[in-house]
C-alpha cells in the first residue's frame, strides 16, 4: 500500500476527532465511515477498525498501522490518548495538517507562471536561434556561440525546443508528487521548497506551535515532565526539537532543576522555554504552554498569508525574470553588437 497522502491523513484524522468527540465505539463508526472515504483514507480506516476489533486501545490499533502512517501521527495519537484529551491533540493536529496543505498548493502555485516563461523563452530563444538568426548572417548575428549552439538542424529542432518544457513539467510532477505524501505536519515535503525564507518560518512557527500543544496536553494530565518532553518531541518529529526534548528529559531524570539546564533548555521554542522557567506546579505550566501553543499557530497562519502574498511576486520576478533577461541577452545582444559595429567609422 502506498505512503497515505496529506489529504487521506487529514480525511482519517477528522474522522477519528468526530469520533472522539462524539464518545462512540470507534471500530463500527470507522468501518461505516470508510465507506464514503476516499480510497487511501478508507483502507487506513478499515485497517484501524479491524486492530480496535481485535481488543487493542485506538493508540495501539494507529500504531499497528506505522507502516503506513507517518511517525507523527501515531505519536500525536499516543500522546492524546496518554493525556486523556484525545479530541484536543488531534484537533491540533488537524489544524497544522491544514495549513500545511495549504502551505504546498500555495509554493506550487506560486512557480508555475514562473516555469511557463521559462520554457516559453527557451523555445522563442531556439526558434530565434534556428530560423531568425540566418537571416542576419550578413551582419554577423550567427557569430555568437550561444546562438550557433541553439542552431539546429530541422531533424533536431523539436527534441530541442520540446527538451526544457518536458524536463520542466516533470520537475513539476516530481514535486507535486512529492507534496502529496504526509511526512511531516510541518513540512511542505519538497526539500527545496521547505528552505524558502517564507516557507521556512510557516514550517517552523507550525512545528513550535505542535510541540508546546501537545506538552501543555501531557502536562494538564499529570504525565511527568520527562515523559511529556519526549512525547511531544517525538510527535513533532523535528530532529532539533527532539533532540533538545530528549537532552532536557534526560537532565531532569537525573535530578537538574529545569533552570540549570543548559544547551538543551536554550533550543527549544522560545514561549516554550518561558513557561518551563516561570511556571513551579503543572496546572500553571499546562496553561502558559496553551498560551504560546495559540501564539505560535497565529504566528504561522500571518505568515502563511503573508506567503500568499509575496512569494508568486519574488517568484515571478527571480525566475522569469531573469528567464527573460537570459533571453533578451542571447538574442539581442549580438544584434545590437552588430549595430554598433557598423555605426563605426
Known sequence: MPAPTIDDLITLNQEILAIAR?????????????????????????????????????????????????????????????????????????????????????????????????????????????????????????????????????????????????ALSLLALVNFIGAMRARRSFSTGVWLADRLPGVRAVCRWTAYANFAELLSLLTAHRAPLPEALRMAGDAVDWRPLSDAAGSLATEVEAGKPVESAGPSLRRLPPLVRLALLSSADQPSLAALLAQGADSYHRRALASLNNLGLFLPAAATALVGGSAVAVYALLVLGPYFNSLSDLARP
Open 22 to 166: 462524539a464518545r462512540v465505539p470507534v471500530a463500527g463508526e470507522l468501518v461505516a465511515a470508510a465507506k464514503q472515504m476516499p480510497a487511501g483514507a478508507a483502507m487506513l480506516a478499515e485497517l484501524i477498525a479491524n486492530e480496535l476489533e481485535k481488543g487493542k486501545t485506538l493508540d495501539q490499533a494507529v500504531a499497528a498501522q506505522q507502516a503506513r502512517l507517518p511517525k507523527f501521527y501515531t505519536a500525536v495519537v499516543a500522546a492524546g490518548v496518554n493525556a486523556g484529551r484525545l479530541p484536543a491533540a488531534l484537533e491540533g493536529l488537524s489544524e497544522a495538517l491544514s495549513r500545511m496543505r495549504s502551505l504546498r498548493w500555495r509554493v506550487l502555485s506560486a512557480f508555475v507562471y514562473p516555469l511557463f516563461v521559462v520554457a516559453l523563452a527557451w523555445v522563442l530563444a531556439v526558434v530565434a536561434a534556428t530560423y531568425l538568426a540566418p537571416t542576419f548572417d550578413w551582419m554577423e548575428l550567427g557569430r555568437s556561440p550561444a546562438i550557433n549552439a541553439l542552431r539546429v538542424s530541422p531533424t533536431v529542432f523539436w527534441p530541442l525546443v520540446l527538451s526544457v518544457p518536458i
